[in-house]
């Protein structure tokens, strides 16, 4: 079993930057690639990002491509979403979430993920 449990939501104006934490627990963290993901009300839940075990590929959904960066630190088996730019449209819910341990290279199909977090609100004023 993995837990997770997200940190750094909050409200912010458009143009601004937030940061996004997710720490896990309960398994090895550097076994299992490690996504963030995103839902708006009345929206499915939406790929954002992911990043493989070592982290040294990531993969980004195109809404946030050039705006956004994932990465994670295994030593403190933590993962991060650098959101900058942030628009109006960014404003959901987001969820941290990790792959079953077999799976190390970055995913975006959500069947991929057996771990979910409660989720942490990120709302992008005009």
């Known amino acids: 079993q993995v837990q997770l449990v997200e940190s750094g939501g909050g409200l912010v104006q458009a143009g601004g930057s937030l940061r996004l934490s997710c720490a896990a627990s309960?398994?090895?963290?550097?076994?299992?690639?490690m996504g963030w993901f995103r839902q708006a009300p009345g929206n499915e839940r939406e790929f954002v990002a992911a990043?493989?075990?070592?982290?040294?590929?990531?993969y980004y959904g195109d809404s946030v491509k050039g705006r956004f960066t994932m990465s994670r630190d295994n030593a403190k088996n933590t993962v991060y979403l650098h959101m900058s730019s942030l628009r109006p449209e960014d404003t959901a819910v987001y969820y941290c979430?990790?792959?079953?341990?077999?799976?190390?290279?970055?995913?975006?199909?959500?069947?991929?993920?057996?771990?979910w977090g409660q989720g942490t609100q990120v709302t992008v004023s005009s």
């Open positions: 979430a990790a792959t079953r341990a077999t799976i190390a290279e970055p995913r975006v199909d959500i069947s991929d993920y057996a771990y």
């Open positions: 309960g398994r090895t963290f550097s076994t299992g690639a």
């Open positions: 990043i493989s075990v070592s982290g040294g590929n990531t």
